[in-house]
């Protein structure tokens, strides 16, 4: 019989060495754990402009002198879970100060922390109320009958119904990792959720705590959210830039509100259980969300790793839009990496200001014959109506991104 | 016959001797208290005299008692009833050994099974006995004693109390089997990177870094994961760990509203109606706002 050689000397050395590094790494992560760290996120100046019980709304300082604004304002709204800060985590990774580069003139929902007393708020309470009466604010300080608008996962799903249900007010949509066919079996997520007796988690919880989710996050890959990206963070503790970086997305992650109950348990019977959106028989306050009111402009993005909200609860909005102007872009990361990567930074925000700027132009003869029709206060200043210029109809498709090495954090941003 | 009987009684039962001794003295103690003058007693305090009469009642009582007691028949059957307490202590103590003997028994079965049944990759039929057994012993021997009906005025706080106590151990049984099951991961995990190094090393490609061999492991263990998360087995006890949760907490919320109430402090189920109301009142004044705006 052959004897296997194993080189248990090289083996050895190696250890040795691994030993060694790792007793230098620790002596200079001391220095950089004690020293003063800036871990600050979310750090682009905003002002409040508008609030409502616990929500804000945030309004960001773009330069008034530069060349390349938008005329149309964007509003984005996040999802429910976890906080909007992630689109503005670090200077050099800020969808917000893309925005804001890009000439955009942002505003962001800030659904603040909910308590035990909002509880019984539902989904029409979210988008036929505070949604409402954001875009409405918009378009009043503005005088504009129709802003842009932006969602992000459960956020983007709100942003879906709102479109659908006042498309009046909405001139161009992006969609962003947003779920609107539930029925998969693609995300583990959607077949957990289906066999959730909600009835009962919302007696116990009252608002569905945000640990809770967290920890089925976590648990949807153990292998990488907590033992991997842990023994990243020890071999890079010595990284002071790493650090950082890291300990922001820490306080992001863990940030999480809790979710009203209602609304909790209405996404998880009309959403993920019955799948009512996407097949337009979903109801808020007594109307039915028809997705063939969606006659807007959509630009719909998603992540082609992304197991939470997977490409299949996403790609089908395009196909049952009434719009004529849909635009599917996926893109190879996960749920987070599609804001947080470095490499999809590049693709992405500068991408919706690009797609944004192509409709902004066309707006202002749109927005010149609806505010004279709509908006009385703005009469005075109106031309005379023109024609609406024809959309261009660019029903395209997945644009796969291309991959490169991934840098630790990017991984870690592509497992969430 | 009958006498000896009647002999055999006593000596099973020693409390007549003891009775009647603690019966002389008490009677003699009782006598060297001098008798009430009715004159005196009309100065005493009411309360004084309270505690002469009850001190009188008890000691008749007690001589009642005794003369009960003296009677073989009577002293016999009292015993019996007394017998009957530690029967039913040792009765608990039996079933909580049977219990522990019947876990400790099937723990060291399923430790002589574990390399049996880590088979790579197959999260089939999940072999959880061991938890099995935990939540069937706790189910049989040990929920029945919290079942127990209470009576009395209290009964109803303690059963939410009793029912709190079940909630919890039930609870804390499915956090263990679901924790282990996260577990066997990482158990299958460690057997399959063996098998694969002992394969590579036959092949002569051995990994020489650590770090190789951390991410070796953790491509494996990752599709562990992955596998278990879609077995049926694994939804399943998510589902049920989650809902052993919420029966906890509910009970919980129950049996703290009675100590809530108690103080008084306002308890969720008072809030939960009072943001209710609130609720309701705040999208109406809102949606009158609104027709108001627009009239």
């Known amino acids: ?416 | 016959m009958p006498e000896d009987n009647k002999q055999n009684k006593e000596s099973d039962f020693p409390f007549p001797p003891w009775l009647k001794a603690s019966m002389e003295v008490w009677s003699n103690i009782t006598k060297t208290i001098p008798k009430p003058d009715f004159a005196e007693a009309e100065k005493q305090s009411a309360s004084n005299n309270r505690l002469a009469e009850q001190w009188q009642r008890n000691v008749n009582l007690m001589k009642s008692f005794s003369k009960l007691m003296s009677e073989p028949e009577a002293a016999a059957t009292a015993m019996k009833a007394m017998n009957t307490l530690p029967e039913i202590i040792f009765k608990m103590a039996k079933s909580g050994w049977e219990a522990s003997f019947q876990l400790q028994k099937n723990v060291l079965e399923k430790a002589g099974k574990i390399r049996r049944h880590t088979e790579a990759y197959n999260f089939d039929n999940i072999d959880q006995e061991t938890f099995k057994v935990l939540t069937d012993v706790y189910e049989k021997e040990l929920r029945q004693y919290f079942n127990i009906p209470p009576l009395g005025l209290t009964r109803f706080y303690q059963e939410r109390f009793n029912k709190f106590l079940d909630k919890q151990n039930t609870f804390e049984t499915k956090v263990a089997e679901f924790l282990s099951i996260i577990y066997l991961p990482i158990e299958k995990s460690f057997k399959a990177l063996e098998e694969k190094l002992q394969a590579m090393a036959k092949e002569g490609i051995l990994p020489k870094e650590v770090k190789e061999n951390y991410a070796i492991w953790l491509k494996i263990l990752e599709g562990h994961y992955m596998k278990l998360f879609q077995s049926k087995d694994y939804t399943d006890a998510l589902h049920d760990t989650l809902e052993k949760m919420e029966d906890y907490l509910l009970a919980k919320d129950e049996a703290m509203r009675d100590f809530l109430q108690f103080f008084p402090v306002p308890t969720n189920k008072d809030m939960d109606e009072l943001y209710k109301e609130l609720h309701l009142l705040k999208k109406r004044v809102k949606e009158l706002e609104k027709n108001i705006k627009s009239a």
């Open chain 1, 1 to 416: 019989m052959k004897q296997t050689k194993i080189p248990v000397d090289l083996i050895l050395e190696s250890m040795a060495k691994s030993a060694e590094d790792a007793q230098k790494r620790v002596s200079k992560a001391s220095d950089v754990l004690l020293g003063d760290l800036n871990t600050a996120l979310a750090t682009t100046p905003y002002e409040v402009v508008y609030e409502e019980d616990r929500v804000k709304l945030k309004h960001y300082f773009r330069s008034e002198t530069a060349e390349n604004k938008l005329k149309i304002p964007l509003l984005v709204i996040y999802a429910l879970i976890n906080r909007e800060t992630m689109l503005d985590l670090q200077a050099d990774r800020s969808v917000v100060k893309t925005f804001l580069s890009e000439g955009i003139d942002l505003y962001m929902m800030d659904w603040g922390y909910p308590t035990r007393k909002d509880r019984f708020l539902t989904i029409d309470d979210h988008v036929t109320g505070y949604i409402n009466n954001a875009v409405d604010f918009i378009r009043e300080k503005h005088g504009i009958p129709k802003i842009n608008l932006m969602g992000i996962c459960m956020g983007g799903s709100f942003c879906v119904m709102y479109s659908a249900l006042h498309p009046e007010k909405i001139k161009n949509l992006v969609t962003t990792v947003t779920p609107t066919n539930f029925d998969t079996e693609q995300g583990l997520l959607h077949v957990w959720m289906r066999n959730l007796d909600v009835d009962k988690m919302i007696r116990a919880f009252g608002n569905i705590p945000g640990d809770l989710m967290n920890l089925g996050f976590l648990l949807l890959n153990p292998a990488r959210l907590i033992i991997d990206k842990y023994v990243g963070f020890s071999e890079n503790m010595d990284n002071k830039d790493f650090v950082e970086n890291f300990v922001r997305m820490e306080k992001w992650i863990f940030d999480s509100p809790d979710v009203p109950g209602e609304t909790f348990r209405q996404f998880i019977d009309d959403c993920y259980k019955k799948n009512l959106l996407i097949q337009s028989k979903m109801y808020l306050g007594g109307k039915r969300v028809d997705l063939k009111k969606l006659t807007m402009p959509l630009l719909n993005f998603y992540g082609k790793f992304d197991h939470l909200v997977p490409p299949e609860a996403c790609e089908k909005l395009v196909k049952t839009v009434g719009s004529k102007d849909v635009e599917d872009i996926c893109l190879e990361t996960g749920h987070i990496g599609i804001y947080v990567s470095s490499k999809i930074q590049r693709q992405f925000a500068p991408k919706i200001a690009q797609w944004l700027r192509e409709r902004d132009q066309e707006d202002i003869i749109v927005r010149q014959a609806k505010t004279a029709r709509n908006l009385p206060a703005a009469a005075g200043r109106q031309k005379p109506p023109a024609k609406e210029l024809i959309k261009p109809s660019s029903r395209r498709r997945r644009q796969p991104a291309a991959k490169s090495k991934s840098s630790l954090m990017q991984k870690i941003a592509e497992a969430i």
